[in-house]
């Protein structure tokens, strides 16, 4: 099993499964307010599943001086990240379900 490292700036937390990092983004890590529309969301995964499902590529690279390397990057971790997690239990446990 390969680890999963958070990510987050300042952050070194790794963890045996892509479902405990992103519950630990969520519950550890201060929410990201959107530069597009000003939405506020849990930090890592969720942030760019926000941006990349709420707005076009080019409103992400105006809004955060981004290039494309930038996108490529954050498109292959939300990728990867919905490969292979459970995102439902994600949910479940956020929600107090498990």
């Known amino acids: 099993m390969v680890p999963w490292a958070c990510g987050i700036e300042g952050c070194d ?3 045996d499964g892509v479902e405990s990092l992103i519950l630990h983004q969520t ?11 000003g939405t506020i969301v849990p ?3 969720f942030a760019i599943r926000h941006t990349f499902d709420e707005h ?7 809004a955060y001086d981004a290039d494309s390397g ?3 990057r954050r498109e ?4 990867e990240i919905e490969t292979e997690a459970d995102l ?6 956020l929600d107090g379900s498990v």
């Not at 519950?27 to 959107?34: A, L, N, P, S, V």
């Not at 076009?56 to 105006?62: C, D, G, M, N």
């Not at 439902?88 to 446990?93: G, H, K, L």
């Open 13 to 15: 937390a790794v963890f």
């Open 27 to 37: 519950r550890d890590h201060q929410r990201h307010e959107c530069k597009v529309c």
């Open 43 to 45: 930090d890592g995964y």
């Open 56 to 62: 076009t590529r080019a409103e992400y690279v105006r």
């Open 70 to 72: 930038a996108v490529r």
């Open 76 to 79: 292959a971790v939300k990728r």
């Open 88 to 93: 439902q239990s994600v949910v479940d446990r």
